[in-house]
């Protein structure tokens, strides 16, 4: 077997230019797939970040099919032992109870249609980043304050300035139309229109009075320690939870249309590095047939003078391993050396492609990542790639006969 080896290595530098041509393509295939894959992963990453840092939060706690139509008749208590099976889970950081409805602002002769968020302050800052978002004023002095922060094109719609008093309107729980009268202290601008053309922030008790939700809420974003014990997190929390009739929803069900735009530029990547790793596989294929059929006659003096079948085939296979273990290795030190400068210098966009990113919701920043499995998925593609495609050139070798071998011109 030491021998086959030796004979492997020595057979593969016998032509070093095809050698080194097709261990620089594998080494190419191999670092641009996991530059890419790290560019898109690590893109991704930071993007799904900002969404759910900003809002939604990592998961949320909701009434059972308030997700699919909201109402305030789907909402529930906090009580004591929905807050200790929170604290229970270590992952979990921090959360916040939220109470969220529809209604209208009116501003002497305007009336505009507004979300209605009620936030606890301190609780709120620990889940997102949605108050530093306040680009004008400041937040509201407590929790049951008659002040509010509105959005940015909100205010300007209103024909309103800081310090203005409105009337905020809404249906509340038991049926009635509750109204109250605010202060505009502060505007909101997140880049969102959502947000900042009808969102109405003001204290959980001050939305609660509005909506005579006394000690009732509507959901509770949770913060997580680490994003990738997300589904274990879920699924020990809906376990629990279940029998409360309150569902846990990630981030992928609170924000469908990000996961399906992540999703859709996913798929895009994987085609083009499937292409790129066919493309490679048959030079690969085309430099093992050409180094196999330029030696049928040294094959065939081979078996002919005895050597087994089986260890001809084995060679043959010893140098496709040979070449795809230095390519490999070669191309995982390439991308190691170019992930680690995008991770610590992440490309900034500007001009159009900074407004296109930003039409679709994402941050104009490209990262990258060094997460094991992005260097692992693409070794492990490419070998077995580089394997299957020696195939053919290796049952050449297998169907051989010595005096077709030696006779072979």
Known sequence: ????????WRNLWRNKRRSLITITAVSFAVMLSIAMRGLQLGTYDVNIRHAVELYSGYLQIQKTGYQQNPSLQKSFRFDPAVQKIIEQQPEITAYAPRVVSDGLVSFQDNSLGAAIIGIDIEKEKSVTTFLNKINNGRVFSSDSAAEIVVGEKLLRNLNAKLGDRVVVLSQGFDGSLGNLKFTIVGTLKTGSADYDVAAVLMGLSAAQDLLTMYGRINLIALSLANFHSLPEVKAALQ???????????????????????????????????????????????????????????????????????????????????????????????????????????PIVLSGDFADLYAEYGFLPRLESTLQPGVFINSTVTIFVVSLITAIYPIYKVYRLEPLKGISYT
Request: proline fraction near 2%; aromatic fraction near 10%; avoid cysteine.
């Open 239 to 345: 376990q629990k939870l279940s029998r409360a009739d309150l569902a846990v929803l990630d981030w992928k069900e609170l924000m469908p249309d990000l996961y399906q735009a992540i999703e859709l530029d996913n798929v895009s990547g994987i085609l083009f590095l499937a292409i790129l790793v066919v493309v490679v596989a048959f030079g690969i294929m085309n430099t093992i047939l050409m180094s196999v059929t330029e030696r049928f006659r040294e094959f065939g003096v081979s078996l002919s003078i005895g050597m087994p079948q089986g260890k001809l085939v084995l060679l043959v296979f010893l140098e496709t391993v040979f070449i795809a273990l230095i390519g490999i290795a070669l191309g995982n030190l390439l991308a190691a050396g170019i992930n680690y400068y995008i991770v610590q210098h």
């Open 1 to 8: 077997m030491k021998l086959l080896f030796r004979l492997a």
